[in-house]
T-cell receptor
Framework: EAQVTQNPRYLITVTGKKLTVTCSQNMNHEYMSWYRQDPGLGLRQIYYSMNVEVTDKGDVPEGYKVSRKEKRNFPLILESPSPNQTSLYFC????????????FGEGSRLTVL | SQQGEEDPQALSIQEGENATMNCSYKTSINNLQWYRQNSGRGLVHLILIRSNEREKHSGRLRVTLDTSKKSSSLLITASRAADTASYFCATSSDYGQNFVFGPGTRLSVLP
C-alpha cells in the first residue's frame, strides 16, 4: 500500500531534549516536505527536499534540521525543542511537483513543555 | 511567504446546498491543487488544475482557475454532512520547486 509513515504520532517532551520525527515513503517519490499546522495559521512549510542530498528551507525553518540521505526517508530534527514548537507536524511527498499530488502522513502531534 | 489565501475562513451550509470556496495567490504558478483535511488528520488530495486549464470537474467537485486574477474556486455541489472538513488550496511555483498552502476554509455541512 502506498503510504507516508510518520513516527511518533504523539510525543510529549521537555524543552531542550533533542528529538527526531521520522518520515518514510514507499512510493519512490523524489520530493518530500515537512509542514507544521497551528490553529488559524494553516500549514506552514518547514523544509523541503527535491531529491537525495538536496534540501531547502521553507517559510519557518528556524529551530529545525532535516537530512535526506536516502530517497525514502526525510527525518525532521529538533535539536533543542522549545514550547513554541508545540504543533501538529505533517510529512508529505510527491513524484513530481509539476504534475503530482502530495501524499501526506497522518501527522505527529508534538508537545514541548 | 504565504502564497494561497482561502476565502471564506469558515462556511456553514445545509446539506444539499452548494459550497464555494475561493483561493487567491500572488505569483506565477505551475499548478494549483485542492486538499481536504478531516479534523487532525492528514490532508487528502482532491483535484489538480494546471495553469493552462480554466476548469476541471471531478464528481461533485468543480474547480476553476483564473490566472489573470490569480484566483481559483472550489465548488462542492449537493453537499453532504460527510463533506464537513477543512479545505486547502496549494500552489506549485512556476519552476515546480515547492508547494505552498493557504490557511484553509473550514466547511460545516449541517444535516
Amino acid at each position: 500500500e502506498a503510504q507516508v509513515t510518520q513516527n511518533p504520532r504523539y510525543l510529549i517532551t521537555v524543552t531542550g531534549k533533542k528529538l527526531t520525527v521520522t518520515c518514510s515513503q514507499n512510493m519512490n517519490h523524489e520530493y518530500m516536505s515537512w509542514y507544521r499546522q497551528d490553529p488559524g495559521l494553516g500549514l506552514r512549510q518547514i523544509y523541503y527536499s527535491m531529491n537525495v542530498e538536496v534540501t531547502d528551507k521553507g517559510d519557518v525553518p528556524e529551530g529545525y534540521k532535516v537530512s535526506r540521505k536516502e530517497k525514502r526517508n526525510f527525518p525532521l530534527i529538533l535539536e533543542s525543542p522549545s514550547p513554541n514548537q508545540t504543533s501538529l507536524y505533517f510529512c508529505a511527498s510527491t513524484l513530481s511537483t509539476y504534475t503530482g499530488e502530495l501524499f501526506f502522513g497522518e501527522g505527529s502531534r508534538l508537545t514541548v513543555l | 511567504s504565504q502564497q494561497g489565501e482561502e476565502d471564506p475562513q469558515a462556511l456553514s451550509i445545509q446539506e444539499g446546498e452548494n459550497a464555494t470556496m475561493n483561493c487567491s495567490y500572488k505569483t506565477s504558478i505551475n499548478n494549483l491543487q485542492w486538499y481536504r483535511q478531516n479534523s487532525g488528520r492528514g490532508l487528502v488530495h482532491l483535484i489538480l488544475i494546471r495553469s493552462n486549464e480554466r476548469e476541471k470537474h471531478s464528481g461533485r467537485l468543480r474547480v476553476t482557475l483564473d490566472t489573470s486574477k490569480k484566483s481559483s474556486s472550489l465548488l462542492i455541489t449537493a453537499s453532504r454532512a460527510a463533506d464537513t472538513a477543512s479545505y486547502f488550496c496549494a500552489t506549485s511555483s512556476d519552476y515546480g520547486q515547492n508547494f505552498v498552502f493557504g490557511p484553509g476554509t473550514r466547511l460545516s455541512v449541517l444535516p
